[in-house]
């Protein structure tokens, strides 16, 4: 029985780790990049801050500060020019969490502000500063109305679902090591698809999408302000609280003094989190599009679906999330500007497509389905596109309009970002120009697409039982 529960242990280890942490080989080598210190910062009047690309550590919208770093790391450049003939800005360079200690290494830049807690696991030249905020810990946070946990052992076989990157997966692996010794279940660790950042999974567990996430103690309260439907669970604490940190070459000496000196002295401000709170609270909300009313929905519309998306070469379920975005699976939705239907389209739209019967439900969906071809066709067709973030792109031009996405795209193309990446790229460029309102659109679609996705094996299991019926 023990040599059973050591090789359960082994897999479930193994399971747990997200799939970048899987890829098998040797680390290519990388020559030693030339390291630039506060002296040379300061001859090039430039700091190139690596930044968590989460919108809670980084957002920006339309000159407001949402991310929790952005207001510090403002603070930090005034610091900077305080006394400075000649001024040093921040060139904010966004990367996925779990790559940014990578990224200085190879000298992408200067500072890291991951806005999270954030291990080193080792890796060398890396110096860390004073810490940024003291004694965080890691909480687990459910749902309101969902059960109450008083213990960390009665997560027992359940699922836990974690961004990529999150400090609470070496958490979670320390506490199944403890659960399988004491020959309880291991709990189930769902590393989230790499579109969804710590806010996302915070609002797919208010959803019910996600029965329970583990963020840092601050994240999931400030969340909780705009997020009511959060039960934020203190009493579980992950490990023991660590400190959060910036991070900078060891060589880079001055910068860390000084970035050191800033932060013993720096005091948030006590409204820094205004901005934030009147953005989100007007937000849209996603739902759990799979209870036993949408459900029913979704099987009366799903031959439809699955037809008009076999045509044009869609996975049906983006349809179907599409749908549920824009008219909670209802054919009968009427919208503004005589929006109609399950995929709420306009006359104009369903006349440039040739769809004459778009009040009806197969028309409704052909039409759409048709706009949607033909946005890929004519501005998202290049094979650069991974196929998630054409998608993205793609949803992006139905909401907004194709020539206004191709103009960011080529804005953050200017800036040094991806534009071949919607999520956390070219986004933040829609929302310092335009707003939350297509970047929250196409969330909630991705959001409703992977919560299909997770049950997809049972929504096409349906259609088959009743073919052999």
Request: glycine letters at 6%.
């Given at each position: 029985m023990s040599r059973f529960l050591s090789l359960l242990l082994c897999l479930m280890l193994f399971l747990s780790w997200p799939a970048a942490a899987r890829v098998a080989g040797p680390q290519a080598w990388q020559a030693p990049t030339e390291v630039r210190d506060l002296a040379e910062i300061r001859r090039s009047g430039v700091l190139r801050v690596l930044v968590n690309q989460s919108r809670n550590s980084s957002g920006e919208v339309k000159g407001e500060?949402?991310?929790?770093?952005?207001?510090?790391?403002?603070?930090?450049?005034?610091?900077?020019?305080?006394d400075a003939r000649k001024p040093i800005r921040l060139k904010i360079v966004p990367k996925a969490k779990d790559q940014l200690l990578g990224a200085l290494r190879r000298g992408e830049g200067d500072l890291v502000a991951p806005g999270e807690l954030l291990e080193t696991n080792g890796v060398r030249q890396i110096a860390r500063s004073r810490a940024v905020v003291g004694d965080?810990?890691?909480?687990?946070?459910?749902?309101?109305?969902?059960?109450?946990?008083?213990?960390?052992?009665?997560?027992?076989?359940?699922?836990?679902?974690?961004?990529?990157?999150?400090?609470?997966?070496?958490?979670?692996?320390?506490?199944?090591?403890?659960?399988?010794?004491?020959?309880?279940?291991?709990?189930?660790?769902?590393?989230v698809d790499p579109t969804l950042a710590v806010e996302d999974v915070l609002e797919m567990v208010q959803a019910g999408i996600y029965s329970?996430?583990?963020?840092?103690?601050?994240?999931?309260?400030?969340?909780?302000?705009?997020?009511?439907?959060?039960?934020?669970?203190?009493?579980?604490?992950?490990?023991?609280?660590?400190?959060?940190?910036?991070?900078?070459?060891?060589?880079?000496?001055?910068?860390?003094?000084?970035?050191?000196?800033?932060l013993e002295s720096y005091k948030p401000p006590a409204n820094q989190d205004a901005a934030f709170e009147r953005v989100y609270r007007r937000l849209y909300r996603v739902q759990y599009p799979l209870d036993r009313t949408g459900r029913q929905r979704l099987e009366k519309v799903r031959s439809t679906l699955q037809r008009h998306a076999s045509q044009q070469d869609f996975d049906w379920l983006n349809l179907a999330a599409l749908?549920?975005?824009?008219?909670?699976?209802?054919?009968?939705?009427?919208?503004?500007?005589?929006?109609?239907?399950?995929?709420?389209?306009?006359?104009?739209t369903a006349r440039?497509?040739?769809?004459?019967?778009?009040?009806?439900?197969?028309?409704?969906?052909?039409?759409?389905?048709?706009?949607?071809?033909s946005i890929r066709r004519k501005f998202f067709s290049s094979p650069r596109l991974n196929e998630r973030e054409r998608m993205a792109f793609v949803l992006a031009g139905y909401n907004l309009g194709p020539q206004r996405v191709q103009s960011m795209r080529a804005e953050a193309r200017r800036r040094g970002l991806n534009p071949?990446?919607?999520?956390?790229?070219?986004?933040?460029?829609?929302?310092?120009?335009?707003?939350?309102?297509?970047?929250?659109?196409?969330?909630?679609?991705?959001?409703?697409?992977?919560?299909?996705?997770?049950?997809?094996?049972?929504?096409?299991?349906?259609?088959?039982?009743?073919a052999a019926n």
């Open positions: 500060a949402i991310g929790v770093e952005y207001v510090r790391l403002r603070a930090f450049e005034r610091y900077l020019n305080r965080v810990p890691l909480i687990l946070v459910t749902r309101q109305g969902a059960r109450h946990f008083q213990r960390l052992e009665q997560l027992a076989g359940r699922s836990v679902a974690l961004p990529a990157g999150s400090a609470a997966g070496p958490a979670l692996t320390r506490l199944n090591r403890q659960l399988m010794a004491e020959g309880k279940a291991p709990v189930v660790v769902e590393w329970a996430t583990a963020v840092e103690q601050s994240i999931a309260e400030r969340w909780a302000k705009v997020m009511p439907k959060l039960r934020v669970e203190k009493q579980l604490v992950l490990g023991e609280p660590a400190d959060m940190h910036w991070f900078m070459r060891k060589e880079a000496s001055m910068l860390r003094a000084t970035a050191d000196r800033f749908a549920f975005k824009e008219s909670t699976l209802n054919p009968n939705a009427r919208g503004a500007a005589g929006a109609t239907g399950l995929m709420q389209v306009t006359p104009a440039s497509m040739g769809v004459n019967d778009f009040t009806q439900l197969n028309g409704n969906v052909q039409a759409s389905a048709k706009y949607l071809a071949d990446q919607w999520f956390f790229q070219v986004e933040r460029i829609a929302m310092e120009t335009m707003g939350m309102g297509v970047v929250s659109y196409v969330n909630a679609v991705n959001k409703y697409y992977l919560a299909y996705n997770r049950e997809r094996y049972l929504l096409e299991t349906v259609e088959e039982s009743a």
